[in-house]
């Protein structure tokens, strides 16, 4: 077996992650006759009656205070008598996490009797992932922030709690992490090391962010476990941008910032970009964080996270890196894709790639050319399976649970395609222009080195830089 462990920074990663494993409690009644093993996502333990056998997802969750709103560490497994939790890990004491009490919604108050469903959601009750998410979690999965608040209405952001100051920005959350180590040099210890070390062969970590301040502490958590945990493991990762109202020096220099840290310590970088506008019928609401994550996982995330999961003819994590980063320097998925078909044999597609290679990062006289592929992974999902060497099947059928949006009803098959191009080429000699022209830092000779070295990794055939304006 080859365990996954998936950590999610912040409300963004919160929502694709709900719905994620909200969607595998589907195939949990299908029992050992499953083609997915609920065991590589999933950690099998005892409640502290010492009688119950309980799933919990293989999940580390942080949040700033009030992200988890009415969502408890503690439930009927897991009960707050016995905090040291003996029974159930063999390593430390759960951390209360202490904070103003939040209502639940009709759909959690429902979800206890079980009792829930669909109409009982909606766009206004799943303003945090915890609306509507439907597992109980170990009560180590939780990891708060105490110094930053978070409000989906006053202040969905994040704000520091002495003052105005937000949660953007790369520098605020590495500042963020060098805090929390000065508080508790063994936080990674304590927090994640006891997840690693109970897996019998931990196949890699699945890690989701944005690129809010969350950028600066998982750059930072990952470095750390690089050097601490596993210098060679297997690290995915994915980062959810969000578009800026404007472009300003700050934002793309924040940009910069998030794709060096972060494409340095993973084994696959996949930056990604939440549409505007989809084909998807009116129902879809572009504005709803649960609505993209449900569209995100129907049409992307989840089939990549099944196909890891396969008893048969899956494909794990390193092998999934491989395959995609064919040299072992070039590691940026540049498109990222999926098509939907309904009942009635229709086609909704729906563009994933990052805003980064959409757009042009600077001023340009130059239209990019059609870019070259380096390599890709297709899944094609209860749909036929193109002749591509990289193309795998998925047969379980699409999620049904009553914590997805209507509009996900109507689909019944899916294909996915990840992709290595040359277009993060010309994005990275932006970048180092970028530095060029506006870093007065120390570091500024050293960051247009790297972004050089890393630009020239997506090279193809004959490149004339004069393609790309003056040479930065």
């Known amino acids: ?195 690693v070390e109970e897996c019998d062969s931990l196949g890699g970590l699945n890690v989701v962010v944005d690129d809010s301040a969350w950028a600066g502490v998982a750059a930072k958590i990952l470095a750390n476990y690089r050097d601490d945990f596993d210098a060679k493991g297997t690290v995915v990762t994915w980062s959810v941008e969000a578009k800026p109202e404007k472009k300003t020096r700050e934002t793309q220099k924040n940009a910069i910032q998030t794709t060096m840290a972060l494409s340095q310590v993973s084994s696959i970088y996949i930056p990604v970009s939440f549409p505007t506008k989809t084909p998807i019928d009116a129902d879809f609401d572009p504005a709803s964080p649960w609505h993209q994550a449900a569209l995100f996982g129907l049409s992307v995330y989840e089939p990549v996270q099944l196909l890891a999961t396969q008893r048969n003819g899956g494909l794990s994590l390193d092998a999934m890196a491989a395959l995609l980063d064919t040299t072992g320097e070039r590691n940026i998925v540049s498109e990222v894709g999926g098509s939907l078909t309904d009942a009635d044999g229709d086609k909704s597609t729906v563009q994933y790639d990052s805003k980064l290679f959409q757009e042009l990062f600077l001023p340009s006289r130059i239209p990019p050319r059609t870019p070259h592929v380096f390599s890709d992974l297709s899944i094609a999902r209860l749909e036929d399976q193109s002749d591509d060497t990289n193309s795998y099947q998925l047969t379980q059928p699409m999620p049904a649970v009553s914590s997805q949006p209507e509009f996900t009803k109507q689909f019944v098959s899916s294909k996915t395609r990840l992709a290595v191009t040359t277009k993060p080429r010309r994005t990275l000699l932006d970048m180092a222009k970028f530095v060029s022209m506006y870093e007065r830092g120390d570091e500024r000779e050293e960051m247009k080195q790297e972004l050089g070295d890393m630009a020239s990794k997506y090279e193809h055939g004959w490149e004339d830089d004069s393609d790309e304006d003056d040479d930065y």
């Open 1 to 195: 077996m080859r365990e996954i462990i998936t950590l999610s920074f912040g409300q963004t990663a919160g929502h694709i992650n709900a719905d994620y494993f909200n969607s595998q409690e589907h195939y949990f009644p299908l029992g050992p006759k499953s083609t997915s093993d609920p065991a590589v996502r999933f950690r099998r333990g005892v409640a502290t009656d010492k009688r119950t056998e309980t799933y919990n997802p293989r999940l580390l969750t942080w949040e700033l205070k009030g992200g988890y709103g009415a969502f408890q560490a503690f439930n009927q497994f897991y009960t707050e008598g016995d905090k040291s939790q003996n029974e159930v890990w063999n390593e430390g004491q759960v951390k209360e996490i202490k904070e103003q009490p939040v209502d639940k919604n009709e759909y959690q108050k429902a979800l206890d009797l079980g009792q829930e469903k669909a109409s009982q959601l909606n766009t206004d009750t799943t303003k945090r992932w915890t609306d509507y998410n439907r597992l109980l979690h170990h009560p180590k999965t939780r990891h708060q922030l105490d110094n930053w608040l978070f409000d989906p209405e006053t202040a969905p952001q994040g704000i520091h709690r002495g003052g105005q100051q937000k949660w953007t920005g790369f520098d605020v959350g590495v500042n963020e992490w060098e805090n929390v180590l000065n508080d508790d040099k063994e936080y990674l210890d304590s927090t994640l090391r006891s997840w």
